[in-house]
């Protein structure tokens, strides 16, 4: 009676009212750890554990299987209820195994360093994108330290084990007809005649691949040599297809004769050999004192006029990509040295950071028609960042659409007052055209003053912005206002970028903070971290620091007493002039080593 239950079990598990189906079992786990992941799964649901009875029928597998399926059959409705809830929650069933799983450990190693990758890749350069990386990298890594679990299949969790109901998902909780069982087989006939039709183009293809080597053993690589134009053989070799190739020497594919090291020597008439079999081939002519011919056609040729072809050397792109890689490992080291040296970063960190900035996936890589030295990447970045065509003019008016602004320009057009007067300061002329188009396409009143503008234009535009209510924005390039400018009818200044001098910045400040204005004035500077505006911010922060100590400094100059001695008044003037001329070029001097010193800070090479 005992063996006829146990074999009823094994026949008619599927069948049972409260089974469940697992599979992608790892083989390291056994039929006693994945009972106990179920047991320990309802003990948490229930008070008495042990009054949960779990069984587990594995189907039969084999030992070169790397997964197993396993019926699991659950006691009452309560217990497969819960099964199932649980398999379908966030973090599904936990499933403990005493045997290492290898991908399990890559997982965790993978996903860590993913997500070290994205918190530097966040702190050096600090966007919306970059930070949902990050989320998104600590999420996976989250996900992947919860080990080996049981999920519902329908969460499509790759690499964990899946749960299904064991008569697919017509099943009822409890059937009780044959007509429910009847339609519960057919459902499972259906999803295995998917999956092998899913599977079948891979298996037509793997069986015309046997055919074509039989096919290729019995006649021979005569006909495949002759197929295969020089082109297509160089073609595959580019695309790392060598197999597709054949020697015609040694009939294996070009480059992988003895003494070829991968090299593919090609000849004048254009065929191609290993460079083993070329060098074997010349040397056996040699000896027989014959003229060296080529091997498919005959025709003479010379040992100087042979193209070794290398199919192993890496292609621009196959460089640019192992640069990022290389790139991205030191953006860790980069993200410690800014907290800690305040924008300053070693000359080789710059360029790592360009290069870990992976390029979007509909970004073209195309050159420029004329400016072919400009790399496909930078302009790619370019055109992400601007949505403008690359081969745009410097005055091509910007179209109503297709173009985007830089961050800059969005966080000053929010940060503008709608009812208020305000002054925008910009250190060059293109900067300040750039912003009276900008100003103009988004219908906001503005003025512009900057260099080449006349007299009369400069007083013009002040004056509109003063008694004109719908101009509510005057736009400055640095330096070229007049002298004694008053801009007291705003309180409310904008920097797009830092200026290279502090007193510069006061300058421009005080056009609004001076006799006559009621407000208190607010100054905002724009500038964008990591780049050559942070570093010069951290100049000018030590230069400040520099400038303080010497004031601190007593300056006092000790005289002592001499006889007075009367000389001739045309040499006293030669030598008051000699030392006016000495100082003079000893000031000049100090001026360009700062300006040196400062040049070089700025572009990362100190």
Known sequence: SEKFMAESLLKFCWARPFAVLLSNIPKQVTPSELRGAVVKCLGLFREQPQ?????????????????????????????????????????????????????????????????DEAVAANRVHPCSSNS???????????????????YAKERSTIGHVHLVKALGPVRGAAPSSAEVLYSSAREQITEATQILEEHLPMIQTKEQELQNLASKIKSGVADHVSSLTTFEALQALKNGQGNQTVCPICYDALGQSEDSHGLVALTRCGHLCCRGCMRTWMRQKQRNLEQLSCIECRKPIFHSQLIFVDPTRATDDEKFKKR???????????ADMLNNNHGQLDPHLWEALYLSMDLPADASCAPHDTFTAIPPQVLAHLHHATAMNIHCKRN????????????????????????????????????????????????IGFRGLFTGQSEEDLEMAVSDWKSDDNVLVLVVQAGAAACGLTLTAASKMFLMDPFLKHEEEKQAYARLHRYGQTKEVFCKVYYSPVSVESRLLEWRHRQSQESLMEEKEEKTIFAPLRDVIIIDEEEDESEDDLESENSMHVFEKALEDVGAKQTQFLLGLT
């Open 51 to 115: 009054d949960s009875k779990v069984d587990v029928v594995a189907l039969a597998s084999s030992d070169t299987l790397e997964v197993w399926k396993a019926y699991v059959i659950l006691n009452s409705k309560e217990d497969y209820d819960h099964v199932l809830k649980k398999a379908k929650g966030v973090t599904g069933i936990e499933l403990m195994c005493s045997e290492k799983i290898e991908w399990i450990d890559d997982l965790n190693r993978v996903t860590k360093i993913k997500l």
């Open 132 to 150: 949902q990386k990050e989320a998104k990298a600590k999420k996976e890594y989250k996900a992947a330290r919860l080990g080996l679990r049981i």
């Open 324 to 334: 990022q890689d290389e790139a991205k490992t030191l953006l860790q080291k980069a």
């Open 396 to 443: 091509q008016p910007m179209e109503n659409e297709g173009y985007n602004l830089s961050s800059k320009v969005r966080a000053l057009l929010s940060d503008l007052p709608k009812n208020e007067m305000s002054v925008v300061f910009a250190s060059s002329k293109v900067t300040v055209q750039h912003l009276l188009v900008v100003l103009r396409k988004e219908g």
